[in-house]
Nanobody, 123 residues
Framework: EVQLVESGGGLVQPGGSLRLSCTVS????????MSWFRQAPGQERELVAQ????????NYADSVKGRFTISRDNTKNTLYLQMNSLKPEDTAAYYC????????????????WGQGTQVTVSS
């Protein structure tokens, strides 16, 4: 059974920083490319950042490029998202998942999502 557990969210002022973590169990973590997603109330889920299984290649949504950094530690089965220069529009619940690429897009790999971690950026 795949388990995804996100943590590290909280309330932060605009311009502040947070680091999110995602621990993965039930699969061989090092074999999977991983992504961070986020979803605000009433909004569709969007892909924020992605990283190859080896950690040697990353990609970011334009809205977070230059501010967020995705990384992973395959020895700890953990995915990270360092978020700097946070803006109110970054407010959302953040989720992790493995990703597959088909039909020209990246898609979540595992049906069972974690609980997510809430990020709220407000003064």
């Amino acid at each position: 059974e795949v388990q995804l557990v996100e943590s590290g969210g909280g309330l932060v002022q605009p311009g502040g920083s947070l680091r999110l973590s995602c621990t993965v169990s039930g699969v061989t973590f090092s074999l999977y490319g991983m992504s961070w997603f986020r979803q605000a109330p009433g909004q569709e889920r969007e892909l924020v950042a992605q990283i190859r299984s080896t950690g040697d290649s990353t990609n970011y949504a334009d809205s977070v490029k230059g501010r967020f950094t995705i990384s992973r530690d395959n020895t700890k089965n953990t995915l990270y998202l360092q978020m700097n220069s946070l803006k109110p529009e970054d407010t959302a619940a953040y989720y992790c998942n493995a990703v597959d690429f088909y039909d020209g897009n990246y898609h979540p790999r595992f049906r069972a999502w974690g609980q997510g971690t809430q990020v709220t950026v407000s003064s």
